[in-house]
């Protein structure tokens, strides 16, 4: 079912493409994120395309240098579910007006939302960067510590809810629209 | 349409907002040695103006008049920081290095919090280095002791620290009476806050120093041909 719920959608090109663009977006947005002041500051910076995007691309390459082999697998799952979900979504939207489950929908957001809480680098004392954000901004900094995989929980958590959203989002694509009595 | 369909767009829209938060957050947020206010990624940027002027004190590898300046802030307990120096001494040793172009200066950022047993330990084990030998026994010593290190307070000081300082022919007493006085904890001490100061979230966190003055923060380990683009950039001052 879920197979013949991928075919259905990814053999049209236009699917395909709001998935790898958005996959690309989100890994290359996790990859950037310990950096990303200075990203942002080159980005938007005085100079030509090359040098304002040269730096940008090279820190790509920190997937192999600042990120632990499990933190890129996080981020490399993440960002392939996470594509692969809303182009689903997308693809149930335009076929249909109605009847999308609740159930679906707040799977997918818990996955994201859990998945891009667990990104994290390799470098020291960085932890998950987004959700130690969080906790200081609320004076809870350390807190990721004390868990037993430093807040990697977050990671795996995300995986399991954009899975679940991708399943619940096929069998939706593959049940036929009935009216109910 | 039913309530459950705007479930969709409203998804999108805090899958949105997610996203954002995290641009923001990681904008003004730190890490768990880090200070908790609220900044923007200008003013993130401006905490770079907090970094201690690089004095005849520092430990400098390569031209100390060089036009760029890496000042790296590392945990010899670190993994990170155990790769970045491997990185760092290839950059040295390439052309940005050897033209004396390019100088890499090394401060202490040990994070007590994962490495409590024996970071600050290291750090100061490695001024007595300098005290005893000067600026090259400094380097020896940090580039040793990163090769044994087992890094996460794996690593058996009691048994690495005297042998690195053997190898490295310091004087074995004085190293110890050195190690032992407690006289360079304060020195750890400022340069670790100098490191929050400058708007570190862990280690290693580096600032590349151009030479019209504009500082880049980088943090984390970055791929040499990253680092390579980051003086380039600097160089030109953009």
Same mark, same amino acid.
């Given at each position: 079912?879920?197979?013949?719920?991928?075919?259905?959608?990814?053999?049209?090109?236009?699917?395909?493409?709001?998935?790898?663009?958005?996959?690309?977006?989100?890994?290359?947005?996790?990859?950037?994120?310990?950096?990303?002041?200075?990203?942002?500051?080159?980005?938007?910076?005085?100079?030509?395309?090359?040098?304002?995007?040269?730096?940008?691309?090279?820190?790509?390459?920190?997937?192999?240098?600042?990120?632990?082999?499990?933190?890129?697998?996080? /981020?490399?799952?993440?960002?392939?579910?996470?594509?692969?979900?809303?182009?689903?979504?997308?693809?149930?939207?335009?076929?249909?007006?109605?009847?999308?489950?609740?159930?679906?929908?707040?799977?997918?957001?818990?996955?994201?939302?859990?998945?891009?809480?667990?990104?994290?680098?390799?470098?020291?004392?960085?932890?998950?960067?987004?959700?130690?954000? *969080?906790?200081?901004?609320?004076?809870?900094?350390?807190?990721?510590?004390?868990?037993?995989?430093?807040?990697?929980?977050?990671?795996?958590?995300?995986?399991?809810?954009?899975?679940?959203?991708?399943?619940?989002?096929?069998?939706?694509?593959?049940?036929?629209?009935?009216?109910?009595? | 349409?039913?309530?459950?369909?705007?479930?969709?767009?409203?998804?999108?829209?805090?899958?949105?907002?997610?996203?954002?938060?995290?641009?923001?957050?990681?904008?003004?947020?730190?890490?768990?040695?880090?200070?908790?206010?609220?900044?923007?990624?200008?003013?993130?940027?401006?905490?770079?103006?907090?970094?201690?002027?690089?004095?005849?004190?520092?430990? *400098?590898?390569?031209?100390?008049?060089?036009?760029?300046?890496?000042?790296?802030?590392?945990?010899?307990?670190?993994?990170?920081?155990?790769?970045?120096?491997?990185?760092?001494?290839?950059?040295?040793?390439?052309?940005?290095?050897?033209?004396?172009?390019?100088?890499?200066?090394?401060?202490?950022?040990?994070?007590?919090?994962?490495?409590?047993?024996?970071?600050?330990?290291?750090?100061?084990? !490695?001024?007595?280095?300098?005290?005893?030998?000067?600026?090259?026994?400094?380097?020896?010593?940090?580039?040793?002791?990163?090769?044994?290190?087992?890094?996460?307070?794996?690593?058996?000081?009691?048994?690495?620290?005297?042998?690195?300082?053997?190898?490295?022919?310091?004087?074995?007493?004085?190293?110890?009476?050195?190690?032992?006085?407690?006289?360079?904890?304060?020195?750890?001490?400022?340069?670790?806050?100098?490191?929050?100061?400058?708007?570190?979230?862990?280690?290693?966190?580096? /600032?590349?120093?151009?030479?019209?003055?504009?500082?880049?923060?980088?943090?984390?380990?970055?791929?040499?041909?990253?680092?390579?683009?980051?003086?380039?950039?600097? !160089?030109?001052?953009?």
């Amino acid at each position: 079912m879920v197979l013949r719920a991928f075919k259905k959608v990814f053999h049209k090109p236009a699917y395909v493409a709001i998935g790898t663009m958005t996959s690309l977006t989100a890994f290359v947005f996790a990859v950037w994120l310990p950096n990303i002041g200075l990203v942002v500051d080159v980005l938007f910076s005085s100079g030509s395309l090359s040098e304002r995007f040269g730096l940008p691309l090279s820190l790509l390459g920190s997937i192999s240098t600042n990120f632990s082999i499990i933190s890129e697998f996080y /981020i490399i799952a993440t960002a392939v579910l996470f594509g692969m979900n809303l182009a689903m979504i997308i693809y149930f939207f335009k076929r249909r007006s109605v009847g999308f489950s609740r159930v679906g929908a707040t799977t997918g957001l818990a996955g994201t939302a859990s998945g891009a809480l667990g990104i994290g680098c390799v470098a020291c004392g960085s932890g998950p960067i987004l959700i130690t954000a *969080i906790l200081v901004s609320v004076g809870a900094g350390t807190l990721t510590q004390f868990l037993p995989f430093k807040g990697q929980e977050f990671s795996v958590a995300g995986i399991i809810f954009l899975t679940a959203s991708i399943y619940l989002t096929a069998r939706q694509i593959e049940s036929p629209a009935v009216c109910k009595f | 349409m039913k309530t459950g369909n705007l479930l969709i767009p409203l998804a999108v829209i805090v899958a949105g907002i997610i996203i954002a938060g995290t641009v923001y957050f990681r904008a003004k947020g730190n890490g768990d040695v880090l200070v908790s206010q609220t900044k923007t990624t200008t003013e993130k940027l401006e905490e770079l103006e907090n970094m201690n002027p690089i004095t005849g004190d520092d430990h *400098i590898l390569g031209n100390p008049n060089a036009p760029i300046k890496i000042v790296e802030y590392s945990d010899f307990e670190c993994p990170a920081c155990k790769l970045f120096q491997n990185i760092m001494t290839r950059v040295m040793m390439s052309d940005y290095g050897k033209s004396g172009k390019v100088a890499w200066v090394y401060r202490h950022m040990p994070i007590d919090l994962l490495h409590p047993l024996n970071a600050r330990k290291e750090a100061v084990a !490695s001024e007595c280095a300098a005290e005893l030998g000067g600026n090259d026994a400094f380097w020896k010593f940090a580039n040793r002791l990163f090769e044994l290190s087992l890094s996460n307070d794996d690593t058996d000081i009691k048994i690495v620290i005297p042998q690195v300082a053997r190898e490295i022919g310091l004087d074995e007493t004085k190293f110890a009476l050195c190690f032992e006085s407690g006289k360079y904890d304060a020195h750890i001490q400022e340069d670790l806050d100098n490191a929050n100061a400058t708007g570190g979230t862990g280690t290693p966190w580096s /600032i590349v120093i151009a030479p019209n003055g504009k500082k880049y923060p980088l943090s984390g380990t970055q791929p040499e041909f990253a680092i390579k683009q980051l003086i380039d950039r600097a !160089s030109k001052g953009i």
